[in-house]
């Protein structure tokens, strides 16, 4: 819900501020709470407003502010028509939030780009609130070559709200058979841990189970993402967290894929990996683990068409944001079983792989969110 508080000098006529109001906020076509100047329930919607209506508002937003902070840590948007010396009222407050170290942003412009950017915040906001309620697993530690991945999970709390549980490898040895069977049981075992630790999903040091019961996890991810739990491979926490971001964005946890190739002339990409979540493909094939040759590998088949491609740093320092188009599929022999040729828009992104990436798995999803990305990332 969308919440919209007024602030108002005393020196302007009141019946006339009312009605370049509701012809304001009509021309927004918004589905939105007004709540005036009661600020009672300020912090509680998914975007509050704050509608800036006249100039001279600047000192009683001063003597809110100490309540509003305590009522919320969301950057202050502050909404104006430019009318009734609004915009210059707003420049002020902003600048004075500045000074004491606060976020804000003044919404203002068409009505058309205001409505956009209302919408577009209000996504954002939803998706963090999913975020915030998060416990995500990690059963075994990373894989010992995610060298470049280690994570703080103090600092995952304090800045997604996501709460990180440290959970043992489970050792399915005794109650898992070889082949495709097994990977069931596997799934089984998994969605089991899942509930019983009350988890949204996890990250799995998958390798390990290639040696203690002959068999992988890739089946089990694809089946468990499809469900709607979070499901990374080899532990790899920062891969985790992106698909966390992924799926509270778009709804599919993401496909988890390290590139294969990579064209830094003409920003083609080939990503490949042996699982990807069931509810991203319009079909499958079962094939073994690609570097084992043993278990259950996933050869999924996207619908070709918009994608971005995206990765958060270990310590949330920083992201990888790149839209592009799945151009085809490829099933060589000598590569992890789904395998994905991706040209990015801007070919010049593609440097980024080679001079300055962040680990080697990227989330890929499907259409192109760069600017909703960019603004769920940006007060994080």
Not at 73 to 96: C, D, K, Q, V, Y
Not at 290 to 304: L, N
Request: hydrophobic share 40%; aromatic share 6%.
């Amino acid at each position: 819900m969308i919440a919209i508080y007024t602030l108002t000098s005393e020196l302007h006529n009141v019946q006339a501020i009312d009605a370049a109001t509701r012809s304001f906020l009509d021309s927004l076509h918004l589905d939105h709470q007004f709540c005036g100047s009661d600020y009672s329930t300020y912090g509680r919607h998914t975007l509050d407003l704050i509608y800036v209506r006249t100039g001279g508002t600047e000192g009683l937003f001063q003597r809110l502010m100490p309540e509003l902070e305590h009522r919320s840590n969301r950057p202050f948007r502050l909404l104006t028509s430019g009318t009734s010396n609004s915009l210059a009222a707003s420049m002020e407050i902003l600048s004075f939030l500045r000074q004491h170290g606060l976020q804000g942003e003044i919404l203002h412009g068409s009505a058309d780009y205001i409505s956009a950017r209302i919408r577009l915040l209000a996504q954002a906001e939803a998706a963090r609130r999913q975020l915030r309620s998060l416990r995500l697993g990690i059963i075994g530690h990373p894989s010992d070559w995610l060298i470049a991945s280690d994570v703080d999970a103090r600092v995952v709390r304090q800045r997604l709200g996501i709460e990180l549980i440290a959970l043992p490898l489970p050792m399915f040895k005794n109650e898992v058979d070889g082949g495709t069977e097994g990977a069931m049981k596997i799934y089984e075992a998994l969605k089991e841990m899942v509930a019983r630790h009350s988890l949204h999903g996890f990250t799995l040091r998958c390798f390990d189970l290639l040696t203690a019961i002959h068999n992988t996890g890739c089946l089990a991810l694809a089946k468990l993402n499809a469900e709607g739990i979070i499901a990374g491979c080899e532990g790899d926490v920062p891969a985790m967290l992106s698909m966390a971001v992924t799926k509270a964005v778009t709804g599919v946890s993401g496909f988890q894929a390290n590139p294969a190739h990579i064209n830094p002339e003409t920003g083609e990409l080939l990503f490949a990996h042996c699982t990807i979540p069931l509810n991203m493909v319009e079909r499958y094939e079962l094939d073994t683990h690609y570097e084992s040759g043993i278990g259950v590998g996933i050869r999924g088949f996207m619908h070709p068409g918009p994608v971005t491609i995206f990765k958060l740093a270990p310590d949330l320092s920083r992201h990888f944001i790149a839209e592009g188009e799945l151009v085809r599929h490829q099933a060589q022999p000598n590569l992890c079983r789904t395998q994905q040729v991706i040209q990015l828009a801007d070919s010049s992104q593609a440097r980024y792989f080679l001079t300055d990436p962040i680990g080697n798995h990227h989330i890929i999803m499907p259409g192109h969110h760069q600017v909703l990305l960019g603004t769920l990332l940006a007060d994080i």
